[in-house]
């Protein structure tokens, strides 16, 4: 560090009044108000300004093509309560995020603590776990597309072990089609979770599990008293992204069943695509697009809130 | 018709993400000499660009191919935001997010009246050209849906392609005690599952009433209360009966060819199109295309055949002299008959020279004899009511729906008009 | 907890066949990858004599060269702008606690929230006016903005967790703002700025849906594009899909390989405290 902590005033540049020494945090800070602004151009200008603007178009009944269409009001949105893909659509986002949210963080947890032991492959593991992470969503996609095929190496290899009655139509089949899909993400992002957790728990000091050791608690009573506290950091961020991730989760389901079969694996993010694109239900689709923010703002208000409140009690 | 479409491309077992950009050495687009084109025909329209090309010299053409759902995501986007290319590719008829009614109706396309193609156009394919009573899209390739057998295993199975229904049943039931069954079927891409019901109700709907469409548009008859539903339980009994391989539903469409190429089927149940990628993945086979049996009777067999996608000219096209230009050459005996050799399909015009591949002479002879209808959808009003039957037979299959519901959410679509 | 016990041996063996899952679809694609067409032997076998032909078939037909050089300018200028506005911005975010700084916070926080499709027409029409359609230009204009949210959520986290004893002395010692912002903040940044650079990397690398629509027209391809349109040509032939495969994560993967040890430090960073 090239500068001390000192208490030594120097030459100011900007001349700082004498006077605010103590009042002065926030003025001095509040000098780099302007630091905010290219950050706030690029994100107003691309997101925020044509996110509102997108907006309108829930409100027409425009098919994405005619330039002559009008304003309808709220009819989009009493259509939606009643079109059952939509509702469908709804269920399978909220079942999808949740499968994934417990069973991602779940194992990217356990993975966590493994890779936090005294294992000797500890740091090859925590590289090559996190890995599937980097890869291009779609290539996954592709990859299980031809694994998980009724004569895929998935079905192949539980043949191979004598498991044939485990074998399934997996992405053929309404109801393992769902899962698959939950399968993949979670086989690609648990590394990721488990990133996360880890670094929450390498900021517990070893101090204290030793002495909660020499107390005589055992491996579970120290996680729980002594590790679980302390990962609420991570375990927030963790939840927040999963969760996020999950009700937006598009490429995955539509590379590997466009949603199908029938609708049994629509999200409200492939619905969006199909019905803009595909139906000419332009207007309609941004209905969707809409909900889809609201249901993924209250989640993660709420999550986010009632982990503040955990954070704060365990802290 | 845009899944079949995507077929043709060859792309379509994963259409959504099948987009590359076919114009490798990119200019400004600005020059008098280059013509923009946006196409779906992969595989195919390389050879007709350079052939273009080289039939004008000094003329460069910047052209991208896609999928089909891609292409219909980009191609809407841009006609409405006026970045459209000069010329693109557009389906015939309506039902499709980028059909001719479509695109001609809030005006995005030239009037192609003026050509002179436009006139020599077979009725059949006019109707489906044209948009209130003119011409907007250059057709120049038609296919027909049937069952394609693959003819060494035929042969090796001691078997015979059926001519009748009740024969077609008994032919499952011994190509399934040869563990070979009668036909692939890759239902995993949502659009395969129509062919079967297309070649099905050919016969079974359109064979006692060759006006079924006209009493549809008149609201004088439905798909639940029609022969559509006897259609649909002949799928069912076929499959009940053992006629494809397990686990369709798991199946795609390529993984369905490799089954029909390599002989662990007897055939197929396709479009022409598929033809070309059997040969590609056995180069050896003999492959032909005959009416899938739907009633007792041979001799009433019709058989789905229909124009593919063509191409129509922006209304407001940067260049649309060399936009013309194209069509025109798309039109012409060369340029169309380079096209549907690559196709594997056969020309919309007569006399064009072309010479039928054998294994279409059956699908040459139904055409010339009148006995083919248009692919169903082309003449439904709007795009949802396909999609309402890709997912309910998806469904049907997966026992998550009867054929009844899925035929009457096709009503319900179908009476929501256009 | 760092002696090895019978009961760490167990451990290790647990966590050796987790990996073995993760393992199993690479070894699939890699094996696959370096088989020849004419191999039909099960995907799961060791492909007996691999051969690299595939690769160079896939890149030479899928013209994948123009396609990586594509995506290393757009994910290279993409990821060094927002890391450099995201930084700058999250420091008044966390050190000022006035409500319009939270106000402003939550408002990048709904960037997170945001779905894709309701921005994507509007900002079409916004390239289209900009004349950026089919330029890398549009696709690196898109990534700044768009991963500005996360970018600062990550670097926000960090900076409320640090001290700021040194940036109080920095000012005593009359740097202005920015200078000690530079010269003390960001370079006890750096554990998260490479967590941040990774993620980053990964995230505009990986997009798929906006460079189709933004460079359609244009011969200008990234990767994941380029990708796909490979596997729409050559839908059948597997060994060679798996090959491009291959090529297209090799980048990616390579940036996260040499950095992968500062990754968990830069996420330990903005857990502590």
């Known amino acids: 560090m090239m500068i001390a902590p000192t208490d030594q005033p120097g030459k100011p540049v900007v001349p700082v009044p004498v006077s605010a020494r103590a009042p002065v945090r926030r003025s001095r800070t509040a000098s780099t108000g302007w630091f905010l602004l290219p950050a706030m151009l690029l994100f107003v200008f691309v997101v925020l300004v044509p996110s509102a603007r997108g907006v309108y178009y829930a409100f027409t009944d425009w098919d994405g093509l005619d330039p002559d269409f009008s304003f309808v009001g709220l009819d989009n949105f009493t259509d939606l309560t009643r079109d059952d893909d939509a509702v469908q659509a709804i269920w399978h986002t909220l079942l999808i995020a949740l499968a994934i949210t417990v069973i991602q963080n779940l194992i990217g947890l356990l993975l966590a603590l493994g890779v936090n032991s005294a294992i000797k492959s500890r740091n090859l593991l925590r590289v090559f776990l996190f890995a599937p992470a980097v890869i291009t969503q779609i290539v996954t996609a592709y990859l299980w597309r031809n694994l998980l095929g009724p004569d895929g190496a998935v079905n192949g290899l539980l043949g191979g072990v004598g498991l044939e009655s485990w074998q399934q139509n997996w992405l053929g089949d309404p109801d393992t089609a769902l899962w698959s899909v939950v399968g993949v993400t979670v086989w690609q992002y648990a590394g990721y979770s488990m990133v996360i957790f880890l670094a929450g728990l390498q900021s517990v000091p070893a101090e204290i599990h030793e002495a909660a050791a020499i107390d005589g608690a055992g491996p579970v009573r120290r996680f729980w008293s002594v590790t679980r506290p302390l990962l609420t950091p991570a375990l927030t961020i963790n939840l927040m992204l999963s969760s996020i991730g999950g009700l937006k989760l598009f490429d995955q389901v539509y590379a590997l069943t466009g949603g199908g079969p029938g609708h049994a694996t629509d999200t409200l993010s492939t619905l969006i695509y199909k019905d803009a694109f595909t139906l000419g239900e332009f207007g309609y689709s941004i209905a969707l697009a809409v909900v889809l923010t609201l249901v993924v703002a209250v989640v993660s208000t709420g999550q986010y809130f009632m982990l503040a409140r955990n954070e704060k009690a365990a802290s | 018709m845009k899944t079949l479409r995507a077929a043709l491309a060859a792309t379509a077992s994963v259409t959504l993400l099948a987009a590359c950009s076919g114009g490798t050495e990119a200019g400004d687009g600005k020059d008098s000499q280059t013509l923009t084109l946006a196409s779906v025909d992969q595989g195919s329209v390389e050879d007709v660009v350079k052939a273009f090309e080289k039939a004008n010299p000094g003329v460069k053409v910047r052209y991208t191919t896609s999928g089909a759902d891609q292409y219909q995501q980009q191609i809407r986007t841009q006609l409405s935001s006026g970045t459209a290319p000069d010329v693109m590719s557009v389906w015939p008829g309506n039902g499709n997010p980028a059909a001719t009614h479509v695109l001609a109706e809030p005006g995005y396309l030239r009037d192609l009246s003026d050509r002179p193609w436009a006139a020599k156009l077979p009725a059949a394919t006019k109707s489906v050209a044209q948009y209130d009573g003119k011409t907007y899209n250059a057709l120049f390739g038609q296919n027909g849906i049937g069952a394609v057998y693959n003819q060494q295993a035929l042969t090796a199975s001691g078997l015979t392609a059926p001519t009748t229904w009740t024969e077609l049943l008994t032919f499952c039931k011994d190509a399934a005690a040869r563990k070979t069954p009668a036909f692939a079927l890759g239902l995993q891409d949502n659009w395969v599952t129509q062919i079967v019901q297309y070649a099905l109700v050919a016969t079974t709907v359109y064979g006692p009433d060759r006006d079924f469409d006209q009493k549809m548009q008149a609201g004088q008859a439905t798909f639940a209360d029609s022969a559509w539903s006897a259609a649909m339980d002949k799928y069912r009994t076929m499959e009940k009966e053992g006629c494809f391989q397990k686990n369709p539903l798991g199946t795609n469409y390529e993984a369905s060819q490799q089954l029909a190429a390599t002989g662990k089927t007897l055939g197929i149940v396709q479009g022409n199109w598929v033809i070309a990628l059997l040969k590609e993945k056995n180069p050896k086979g003999t492959f032909t295309l005959k009416p899938l049996p739907a009633d007792d009777k041979a001799d009433d067999a019709l058989m789905p055949a229909a124009a593919g996608a063509g191409y129509g000219v922006n209304a407001k096209a940067k260049n649309e002299e060399l936009a013309l230009k194209w069509v025109d050459f798309v039109m012409s005996p060369k340029g169309m008959n380079l096209y549907v050799k690559k196709q594997g399909g056969l020309p919309t015009l007569p006399d064009t020279g072309y010479t039928v591949d054998p294994s279409l002479t059956e699908l040459s002879r139904f055409i010339t004899d009148d006995r083919t209808v248009p692919f169903m959808d082309q003449l439904w009003p709007n795009a949802k009511v396909q999609q309402t039957m890709l997912s309910g037979l998806q469904e049907i299959f997966s026992g998550q729906a009867e054929p009844k519901d899925v035929l009457e959410a096709m009503d319900a679509d179908y009476e929501a008009g256009s | ?273």
């Open chain 3, 1 to 273: 907890m760092s002696r090895y016990r019978p009961r760490t041996l167990a451990l290790e063996l647990v966590m050796a066949a987790a990996a073995l899952v993760v393992a199993f679809p690479v070894y699939i694609l890699v094996n696959l990858a370096v088989r020849a067409p004419s191999d039909t032997s099960s995907p799961i076998r060791p492909t007996t004599s691999p051969t690299f032909d595939n690769f160079s078939q896939a890149w030479r037909q899928g013209a994948l060269g123009g396609a990586l050089a594509n995506s290393l300018l757009v994910t290279t200028v993409s990821v060094v702008v927002v890391l450099a506005v995201s930084a700058l911005a999250a420091y008044p975010l966390a050190r000022i606690t006035t409500r319009w700084s939270r106000a402003t916070y939550l408002l990048i926080m709904l960037g997170l929230v945001l779905p894709f499709q309701l921005a994507s027409l509007p900002l079409y029409h916004t390239m289209r006016d900009l004349q950026l359609l089919g330029s890398p230009w549009a696709l690196i204009l898109f990534h700044c903005g768009l991963q500005v949210p996360f970018t600062v959520f990550l670097y926000t986290g960090f900076l409320r967790a640090m001290p700021r004893d040194f940036e109080d002395a920095a000012r005593i010692d009359g740097c202005t703002p920015l200078q000690g912002f530079r010269h003390v903040v960001l370079p006890m940044l750096r554990p998260i700025t490479v967590t941040a650079l990774v993620l980053n990397t990964v995230a505009v690398w990986n997009d798929f849906f906006t460079p189709l629509l933004y460079l359609s027209g244009s011969a200008q391809q990234t990767m994941p594009v380029a990708i796909a349109g490979f596997v729409g040509q050559y839908v059948t032939d597997w060994n060679l899909i798996f090959a491009a495969l291959v090529i297209s994560i090799v980048p990616v993967l390579a940036v996260y390989l040499a950095l992968q040890r500062s990754i968990i430090n830069g996420f330990a960073g903005g857990l502590r405290g």
